[in-house]
């Protein structure tokens, strides 16, 4: 069997989940009444490495995010988030782990009543910390995301572009150890995506965080796996041609199964019809 | 045949309405409980009770004043009969404090919060607001739910002493300046018809009241489906049964109240 076979997926292959290992699928399955949604999905995340997730729409690739940090139970199977084992935790239990996870929600999900600052500042403000730190950390944030002058807006009238930069900066204020990124590109123009894709990538390059991004764009996937963040630039730069980024993969779900888990060479080399026609 | 379909939906429906009840239990149960566990939010407790209480003042102080004097003008009309008009005071607030002035509160109330509730939390829940508040490691349960529950049950309390004042008061009105009765004699009435199981009984209820609406409008908000025609419908479901329950739990808290404090 060579290693492009490899990448193929039997139903049953299951991985060893590590307990250093920020997220890893065992058997998972899902059903929606009589639709079966996810079959048998397994995968293990290693640390300090993005995941994209490919697929058609309605294939459950945002299910398979809320699964990751347990809004959502799968019917059987198990899910190991930071070593720890979720599907069975009750609620209470899964809050500190959730506070370990960023989500980059499709909508973005801010809450429209509240302030950017506020926005940004959630997780802070929940744990007491003083305002000036609160503050610092939002504006620190939110020049991550080259945001700053929208610190006292309020949701409604920020452009959408804006709005998922604002969900970005709520995701990675308290650095989390995992982000779950859903379609953080869907629904915008080609320049707004170039600065959403940078971040992610600023994000992955610069705290090395592990991270699961779903997205429907292709143009988008590949501009992660072919670029780097330059931190002196500012800005993303071009990988020598025909490399990839080592610690970014592909996902791919079709049918209710993960049919493609591998590097982009893999993935590329893929003789799958359904691959194929996906990349073409 | 039809009769075998016939059954069987009733048999989804009585399933589907005990699961409803079933999971009710464990909501309200589940919002009691984080009274006893941190973190606790004081600060969005006292938002609520503003919004709750103080926004309320108006709508309760008019029913409460309007009902008084709508029982005072009734009655002092039928007692005028027997020439019982000196009574016209005990009437009124025997009236108010017992029944009128927290069931009608809690209506009042519930029609403006309630479904204030359902509409809010129901748009949090179709806008992903409400996951996205778990994924940030925080309970909604404990967030949104709890410090509601707290803040009306306070409030609804506190509200129907108003509501008592301002019917009695009312009444006074209507007593002195249309039925042409003695104010001194109306209140002196009023006040000695009033016994301790009638301030237990009237603010017993209030306090049940308030429970029952903030839960009904926070389950229908966190349960709601259907984007945001769902919102909709939950709201006008949060007050028709929040409306119905309070009448319902009223007839059994009088009677409880009858078997705990029989009539002399």
Redesign the interface.
């Given at each position: 069997m060579n290693g492009l076979a490899e990448t193929i997926l039997e139903p049953q292959a299951q991985p060893n989940c590590e307990p250093e290992s920020p997220l890893c699928f065992r058997n998972v399955c899902l059903r929606f009444g009589p639709r079966v949604l996810l079959d048998r999905i397994s995968f293990s995340l290693g640390k300090g490495e993005t995941r994209i997730l490919l697929g058609l729409a309605g294939m459950g690739k945002s299910v398979l995010l809320?699964l990751a940090?347990g809004?959502m139970k799968p019917d059987s199977g198990e899910i190991f988030l930071f070593g720890q084992e979720i599907t069975s935790m009750r609620?209470?239990e899964l809050?500190?782990l959730?506070?370990r996870?960023g989500?980059v929600?499709?909508?973005s999900?801010?809450?429209?009543s509240l302030t950017v600052r506020d926005n940004v500042a959630?997780?802070l403000m929940?744990r007491k910390m003083t305002e000036a730190v609160i503050d610092r950390r939002v504006h620190q944030a939110l020049t991550f995301v080259d945001l700053d002058q929208a610190f006292a807006q309020y949701p409604p009238s920020l452009s959408g572009g804006m709005r998922r930069r604002v969900s970005i900066a709520?995701a990675i204020i308290d650095k989390p150890d995992l982000i779950l990124y859903d379609s953080p590109t869907g629904g915008l123009d080609p320049v707004t995506s170039h600065t959403i894709n940078e971040l992610v990538v600023k994000e992955r390059d610069v705290y090395k965080t592990a991270s699961i991004l779903v997205t429907h764009r292709l143009q988008d996937a590949f501009t992660m796996v072919t670029h780097r963040f330059d931190p002196e630039a500012n800005a993303l730069v071009p990988l020598p041609h025909g490399t990839f980024d080592p610690n970014t993969r592909f996902m791919v779900l079709h049918e209710s199964h993960l049919l493609f888990d591998g590097t982009t060479e893999d993935l590329l080399r893929s003789q799958d019809p359904f691959l194929q026609e996906l990349l073409a | 045949m039809p009769s075998v379909l016939f059954t069987e939906n009733i048999d989804k429906a009585v399933r589907r309405w005990l699961m409803t009840v079933q999971d009710y239990a464990i909501f309200c149960a589940a919002s009691l409980a984080n009274l006893f566990?941190t973190?606790r939010y004081w600060a969005d407790t006292l938002i609520q009770a503003d919004l709750i209480g103080v926004g309320s003042i108006p709508i309760v102080v008019l029913t409460g004043f309007f009902t008084g004097g709508v029982l005072a003008l009734q009655s002092a009309a039928s007692l005028a009969q027997f020439g019982a008009q000196t009574y016209t005071g005990r009437f009124v607030s025997l009236s108010m404090f017992r029944e009128l002035a927290p069931v009608l509160t809690g209506l009042m109330v519930s029609g403006r919060n309630a479904s204030g509730m359902a509409s809010e939390l129901g748009s949090?829940v179709v806008?992903?607001?409400m996951?996205?508040?778990?994924?940030?490691?925080?309970?909604p349960m404990k967030k949104l739910v709890t410090p509601r529950v707290i803040a009306t049950v306070m409030a609804l309390f506190l509200l129907t002493i108003i509501a008592d004042t301002l019917g009695t008061i009312g009444g006074s009105v209507v007593a002195v300046f249309i039925s042409h009765l003695n104010g001194a004699q109306y209140f002196s009435s009023a006040y000695q018809a009033l016994a301790y199981t009638d301030i237990v009984q009237g603010l017993t209820k209030p306090v049940v009241f308030g429970f029952i609406l903030a839960t009904v409008g926070c389950y229908k908000g966190m349960r709601t489906t259907g984007g945001t025609q769902g919102v909709g419908r939950a709201t006008t479901q949060a007050v028709v049964i929040a409306s119905v329950l309070i009448i319902f739990s009223d007839f059994l808290i009088s009677r409880v109240m009858l078997w705990i404090f029989p009539p002399l």
């Open positions: 809320k940090n809004l609620e209470q809050l500190p959730r506070r996870t989500m929600f499709q909508e999900a801010l809450f429209d959630w997780q929940e709520r | 566990r973190p949090m806008t992903e607001q996951d996205a508040m778990r994924a940030l490691g925080t309970d």
